[in-house]
């Protein structure tokens, strides 16, 4: 039996694969419960405003940097301001199914990692979305921020008031920031590229964009970085096989050297 005939190990990707229907079946509910948890964190108007006070005020106490700073930029024209609230409407949830389907696809050990990891955040979120009610900042006068959103489009919020698809009062913590951090992590995780670190890029524009126009508080992002690196503490990253992080650039891990090695000498 040469090296291509042999059987693949016990913990490779082709075995560890979860079915399909069942991952669609658990991503979907998943899904519907978090969004039903947010509609019951709706109703709370004035604790959540009196909590926005409360941010906004213990930022200025630590002297973290001001959203306006970011936001200034984008008010520099109506293009960059439109482009930040695209980002904003139509990155989230695209690129985190993307990253969810190709490591399904490539890396399933890592999916299923990923997977958790992104499960145990959300829940952890929804839970501070109940206990802690919070309106953004675009909603709080005294931070002097608008609405890029409403001025320049495209806006995924209709009026507070009436808007019965999502709790706009659970700005903290963000989870457009931390569902970004965990794709960017798991991509450098699961990849071997020299360019992998570039993922980091998302991350980061999606906090300048989330601060910018006006939907979230640094103080969000930060809490959902804490909730990630809590996560990740707690749930193990997989071990790498051959066939999850064996090949760069076509070439072969040590282990499949010297097996080919060893099957070529026994010809």
Excluded: C
Aim: hydrophobic fraction near 55%; charged fraction near 15%.
């Amino acid at each position: 039996m040469n090296a291509r005939t042999e059987p693949a190990p016990a913990g490779s990707d082709a075995i560890a694969r979860p079915p399909l229907v069942r991952e669609l079946l658990l991503v979907a509910g998943l899904f519907l419960v978090y969004k039903f948890g947010r509609q019951l964190a709706t109703g709370h108007t004035g604790e959540a405003f009196h909590n926005a006070h409360r941010v906004w005020d213990f930022e200025r106490a630590v002297h973290l940097p001001g959203e306006g700073a970011v936001q200034s930029l984008l008010l520099h024209g109506d293009g960059l301001a439109h482009l930040a609230n695209t980002y904003y409407a139509a990155v989230h949830f695209p690129a985190t199914a993307a990253f969810l389907i190709w490591l399904y696809l490539r890396r399933p050990a890592h999916y299923v990692w990923a997977r958790r990891v992104l499960a145990a955040v959300t829940a952890a979120a929804l839970a501070l979305h109940l206990l802690l009610p919070l309106a953004p900042p675009r909603m709080l006068a005294a931070t002097g921020l608008v609405d890029t959103a409403r001025l320049y489009g495209p806006s995924v919020y209709g009026d507070p008031a009436t808007d019965s698809l999502s709790n706009q009062f659970a700005a903290m913590p963000s989870l457009h920031f931390g569902w970004a951090l965990m794709v960017a992590i798991g991509l450098v995780v699961a990849t071997r590229s020299r360019w992998r670190w570039l993922w980091l890029a998302h991350p980061l524009l999606t906090l300048l964009v989330i601060v910018g126009t006006a939907n979230h508080y640094w103080l969000d992002a930060i809490v959902a970085a804490a909730l990630l690196g809590l996560a990740l503490a707690v749930i193990p990253v997989p071990h790498r096989t051959a066939t999850t992080a064996g090949r760069v650039r076509g070439t072969l891990v040590p282990a499949q050297r010297d097996e080919q090695a060893l099957v070529g000498a026994g010809r």
